[in-house]
């Protein structure tokens, strides 16, 4: 990128976010730079060798489908278009069709699109441009593939893309309706690609509040007729709109973690400035909003400065009791005293000096809030942001972003490697960072929660077979919280509720090697595929989200 774009950018960041943030915008930018300088030095880690794309050319299926790669276009730069027409028609797998919705006013994308003669290419010219849900929809129309994929006109698709997705429909049980990939940037017609998203595997309080899914994004033809179209009432937001409706209809997902969508930057794309469409952001939110009521949530939901990125609040509908389990009495006085409840709430406290099987039993509430001495939650309402998660009931734990007196975290959840070696999530990054894809500032599903300070569902805890007394602490929390996710049950880091370890906190998270063996036995399988919170393109050996060599 041009330092006349650097400065552009960075100009409409400082207006943005205004000179305390934007200091440490500028730390996490600088750091940005060094984790694509490392992407752009090492390809071949990241995309397949020639060889590689000529043995997927060969690759026969036992089940082949036609896909249908639906793109609506408007005024299409020529250079943009002739890039992506060649990045479709040029895919290892064969079984195509490449359907091209044409909105234009000038016939300038035709002359360009009929100077390939190709038959895998449909192309209509629109009578008018009805915008980008009704072109788009024009587009699903004209296909007539088993699936369908959605590719913007300025993009362009990696070249192993479509064998990658119908490699997962041969090969992933039951068949998932949808399935999304990592994506990166790419700066006008340059190939220098920059700012990889490595995205995690289906993540419901994530997609809550930003579209991450976004590209590379397909689906079957079954799923789009159950769901309907796209909503011109969310234009600029149709996707996440489009995405939240599949899982309202119970799509099943699948990730594919490579990178097979390059979107490009240029001065009109959200991309370049996501101030650009503010509407966009608007009917992101409307579409949040829309979603939530569908499943009987009650929220507030708004905009932040992270354009794309939304502030998703619950809001409470139902009576629940609370018992706070502490190790001190004077503890759990003093969490009861603090939490800031609403006439909904019903709390009582006791000492437990050990986490046990007996001591939640006996308590006769509907949720618990596990809590040793050292861990203080700041604000009067953290309590109600913790059960406010749990209404929907597939929350069975909840916790918050515990870190040190200083404001640095010390863990947002924690993961597990295919190994079985467990990290904490974003460890030693200052409180005011946003993390990696502003992962550190979302709340999320993770994998794997602290027991020294969790509200639990007493259902989820007692379906889950309770805990395996006697483990070392991380063991302990593996097997429960695995159970527990095998159960149906979901564990979510708030990042908004801040939780200060007052002594020595944890220094590391290993097991036993008898327990991790036994684990390993046990979940195994589970961990092969990697954490559900992070991705497979991460170093495993920490939860920092640094990018893995080979």
Not at 191 to 201: I, L
Not at 291 to 307: N, W
Request: contains cysteine; charged residues 25%; glycine residues 8%.
């Amino acid at each position: 990128m041009d330092f006349k774009t650097q400065a552009s950018m960075g100009l409409s960041l400082l207006k943005q976010y205004g000179i305390r943030d934007f200091y440490y915008r500028f730390r996490e930018w600088y750091e940005v730079r060094g984790r694509n300088r490392a992407y752009q030095a090492h390809p071949e880690y990241y995309f397949p060798s020639h060889e590689e794309l000529e043995a997927q050319r060969e690759e026969q299926w036992a089940y082949a489908p036609l896909v249908s790669i639906v793109v609506p276009t408007y005024e299409t730069d020529e250079t943009f278009l002739r890039q992506l027409l060649d990045s479709v028609l040029g895919q290892t797998y064969p079984h195509l069709e490449l359907c091209l919705a044409d909105g234009s006013q000038t016939g300038k994308v035709e002359q360009v699109v009929r100077s390939y003669q190709d038959p895998r290419i449909v192309y209509r010219r629109l009578e008018q441009n009805g915008g980008i849900s009704e072109n788009t929809n024009c587009g699903f129309a004209m296909a007539s593939g088993e699936y369908l994929a959605l590719l913007d006109h300025d993009d362009l698709l990696a070249a192993n893309a479509l064998y990658e997705m119908v490699k997962a429909l041969n090969e992933v049980s039951p068949r998932p309706d949808m399935l999304y990939s990592d994506e990166d940037k790419m700066v006008g017609d340059s190939t220098a690609y920059c700012d990889p998203s490595f995205k995690p595997d289906y993540n419901e309080e994530l997609l809550r509040r930003n579209n991450y899914i976004c590209h590379f994004l397909l689906f079957s033809r079954k799923l789009l007729e159950e769901a309907g179209g796209l909503d011109s009432a969310y234009d600029g937001a149709q996707d996440h709109e489009f995405v939240l409706r599949c899982r309202k209809h119970g799509a099943r997902f699948h990730h594919i973690p490579k990178i097979l969508y390059h979107w490009r930057i240029h001065p009109s794309s959200t991309a370049y400035d996501p101030g650009s469409k503010l509407y966009a952001y608007e009917n992101g939110k409307k579409a949040i909003l829309a979603y939530l009521r569908s499943q009987g949530v009650e929220a507030e939901v708004g905009l932040t400065k992270d354009l794309g990125v939304y502030q998703v609040s619950y809001l409470r509908n139902r009576r629940m009791r609370v018992v706070i389990l502490s190790d001190t009495r004077d503890h759990a006085m003093a969490l009861k005293a603090s939490a800031g409840k609403s006439k909904g709430t019903e709390i009582s406290c006791y000492d437990m000096p050990d986490i046990s099987n007996q001591g939640i039993e006996g308590a006769d509430a509907d949720f618990i809030l596990l809590a040793r001495h050292w861990m203080v939650p700041k604000g009067g309402d953290w309590l109600e942001r913790l059960l406010a998660f749990c209404q929907e009931g597939r929350v069975g734990a909840v916790s918050g972003s515990i870190q040190t007196p200083r404001r640095r975290i010390i863990q947002n959840g924690m993961k597990v490697s295919r190994e079985g070696k467990v990290s904490p999530l974003f460890e030693g990054l200052p409180e005011i960072y946003r993390g990696y894809c502003h992962r550190a500032d979302i709340p999320a599903n993770v994998s794997t929660l602290t027991l020294d300070f969790v509200l639990l569902s007493k259902k989820a805890w007692e379906e889950a077979g309770k805990f395996t007394e006697g483990l070392s602490p991380t063991a302990q929390e593996v097997d429960f919280f695995a159970r527990m996710r095998a159960c149906g049950y979901e564990a979510v880091c708030d990042s908004r509720v801040k939780v200060i370890c007052h002594e020595g906190h944890r220094k590391g998270y290993g097991m036993e090697p008898g327990e991790l063996e036994r684990l390993k036995k046990k979940w195994g399988g589970q961990w092969q595929r990697g954490d559900l919170a992070y991705n497979p393109n991460f170093q495993e050996g920490d939860g920092r989200f640094v990018l893995r060599g080979k």
